[in-house]
């Protein structure tokens, strides 16, 4: 199983960002996946997924990110508007099919 992030990058505040992770070796469309993110001296949090309950997003993030899901292409995707400082850090998806598995990360800079 493979999760290749992409599409992180440096933006300004307010500025926005759209993350794809591509999968292979497994297949997205029964599985719960989602993304996290790790900013510098803080540990990991859940930024969004969806799971067989539902689709839920981080608090600080809500009405500002959508995650969306390909099952034709196996790719998930996170749309970014309104960046602000806070949003950096480095982003993973995962898949949770009787295991998690774990992308290597793409790092999202929201720096004027």
């Known amino acids: 199983v493979q999760l290749m992030e992409s599409g992180g990058g440096l933006v300004q505040p307010g500025g926005s960002l759209r993350l794809s992770c591509a999968a292979s070796g497994i297949n997205i469309s029964r599985a719960a996946v989602g993304w996290y993110r790790q900013a510098p001296g803080k540990q990991r949090e859940l930024v969004t997924q969806?799971?067989?309950?539902?689709?839920n997003y981080a608090d600080s993030v809500k009405g500002r990110f959508t995650f969306s899901r390909d099952n034709a292409k196996n790719t998930v995707n996170l749309q970014m508007n309104s960046l602000k400082s806070e949003d950096t850090g480095v982003y993973y998806c995962f898949v949770q099919w009787g295991k998690d598995y774990w992308g290597q990360g793409t790092q999202v800079t929201v720096s004027s």
């Open positions: 969806i799971n067989l309950y539902g689709e």
